[in-house]
T-cell receptor, first 118, second 112 residues
């Protein structure tokens, strides 16, 4: 178990550019979550997947944000036409969740990707 | 929308003191999480609970569902406990496996 990993750890981009972040969850975890955290605030939920299905995306901040988990393993979060207000820490977490059979629903967080938009 | 309020926002204490951090929320939940965040961003899950009380080492978490309130206690506090402690709740049907709503966190400093 190598934990949740995120890449890159830091990203500096110019306003208007597109950025893509990657998250690799714990291998046996079927749920994957994306959160955003701005300075001095708690994280805010963006979206999550069960396997390859995106179960909630209404909390994505705008249509510039999109996420995929094509094979139910790693996930990508893309921000198009970045704005300075997008500067934040983007956190990924994973969990093992089985509604009927029970399971450990604790969420395990990655180290985050810090985005700076100049 | 669930609102999650934590108190205090900042807490400075001396080593050895008993620490209490409080969390209240506005609507029914399926689970409540206590998380620890160190400088640099790493978040570690401490507890997930939906009723009663859990204990792990010097950490104790309690929840009162009727009062919509939870507390995190640290006994015999130590400087290494210095971190931001965040309360988060899940309101989905997934038994705690849905996206979380977070409080703003409590910044704890334990002085030697």
């Amino acid at each position: 178990d190598t934990g949740v990993s995120q890449d890159p750890r830091h990203k500096i981009t110019k306003r208007g550019q597109n950025v893509t972040f990657r998250c690799d969850p714990i291998s046996e975890h079927n749920r994957l979550y994306w959160y955003r955290q701005t300075l001095g605030q708690g994280p805010e939920f963006l979206t999550y997947f069960q396997n390859e299905a995106q179960l909630e995306k209404s909390r994505l901040l705008s249509d510039r944000f999109s996420a995929e988990r094509p094979k139910g393993s790693f996930s990508t979060l893309e921000i198009q036409r970045t704005e300075q207000g997008d500067s934040a820490m983007y956190l990924c977490a994973s969990s093992l969740a089985f509604l009927l059979a029970g399971g450990n629903y604790e969420q395990y967080f990655g180290p985050g990707t810090r985005l700076t938009v100049t | 929308k669930n609102e999650v309020e934590q108190s205090p926002q900042n807490l400075t204490a001396q080593e050895g003191e008993f620490i209490t951090i409080n969390c209240s929320y506005s609507v029914g939940i399926s689970a409540l999480h206590w998380l620890q965040q160190h400088p640099g961003g790493g978040i570690v899950s401490l507890f997930m609970l939906s009723s009663g009380k859990k204990k792990h080492g010097r950490l104790i978490a309690t929840i009162n569902i009727q009062e919509k309130h939870s507390s995190l206690h640290i006994t015999a506090s130590h400087p290494r406990d210095s971190a931001v402690y965040i309360c988060a709740v899940s309101t989905g049907l997934g038994g705690g496996a849905d996206g979380l709503t977070f409080g703003k966190g409590t910044h704890l400093i334990i002085q030697p």
